[in-house]
């Protein structure tokens, strides 16, 4: 049941360019998306958010947007730094203070 | 930064031991949940619990599994008789309004 898909398990980039990470769901009861980036032996640390409402959000050097007519979300984080290097999961859900189902991360690696 | 809090970091016990996993949650806020994360697969829910009571459960959360909020701070988990396959990393998670923020986790390893 792959409600969140994140297609891409590994991403590359060189420090300084762009970061795009994607994310595609199926439910379309899910109305709040959320991305939070982990690094290993540590718990999910909450990045930035977008409700259905909105098609982009921006804080700081990241961005989130949304195409609900094609259900999919990208996070953008520009310019990439070292310390980005994590993995990144995507998470859905009908509205806030629901459980949260998540995608199955993309590897972020970024290259000096 | 208040942050939430996870005890122990690492447990490990014997299959058909019952283990407690602890969580000391934001203080301001009223949601509480908790997720697992079963190495190399994606985080997954298990609980969510609001005003004393649960709010929502997962298929994994069967009669094995319980949770409480025994006072005005701590979050509990409960596995009554531990099985291999519960070996996983236990998220605990809360929020007020929207976002959830996460807890380290406790690494439990039933052997």
């Known amino acids: 049941d792959q409600q969140v898909k994140q297609n891409s398990p590994s991403l590359s980039v060189q420090e300084g360019r762009i970061s795009i990470l994607n994310c595609d769901y199926t439910?379309?009861?899910?109305?709040?998306f959320l991305w939070y980036k982990k690094y290993p032996a540590e718990g999910p640390t909450f990045l930035i958010s977008?409700?259905?409402?909105?098609d982009k959000n921006e804080d700081g050097r990241f961005t989130v947007f949304l195409n609900k007519s094609a259900k999919h979300l990208s996070l953008h984080i520009v310019p990439s730094q070292p310390g980005d290097s994590a993995v990144y999961f995507c998470?859905?859900?009908?509205?806030?203070?629901?459980?949260?189902?998540f995608g199955t991360g993309t590897r972020l690696t970024i290259i000096p | 930064e208040p942050e939430v809090t996870q005890t122990p970091s690492h447990q490990v016990t014997q299959m058909g031991q019952e283990v407690i996993l602890r969580c000391v949650p934001i203080?301001?806020?009223?949601?509480f949940y908790w997720y697992r994360q079963i190495l190399g697969q994606k985080v997954e829910f298990l609980v969510s619990?609001?005003?004393?009571?649960?709010?929502?459960k997962s298929e994994i959360f069967d009669d094995q599994f319980s949770v409480e909020r025994p006072d005005g701070s701590n979050f509990t988990l409960k596995i009554r008789s531990t099985k291999l396959e519960d070996s996983a990393m236990y998220f605990c998670?809360?929020?007020?309004?929207?976002?959830?923020?996460f807890g380290p986790g406790t690494r439990l390893t039933v052997t």
């Open positions: 998470a859905a859900t009908p509205f806030g203070n629901e459980k949260l189902t």
């Open positions: 439910n379309s009861m899910f109305d709040y």
């Open positions: 203080s301001n806020h009223l949601y």
């Open positions: 977008i409700s259905s409402i909105k």
């Open positions: 619990f609001y005003n004393n009571e649960i709010s929502e």
């Open positions: 998670a809360s929020s007020r309004v929207g976002e959830q923020y």
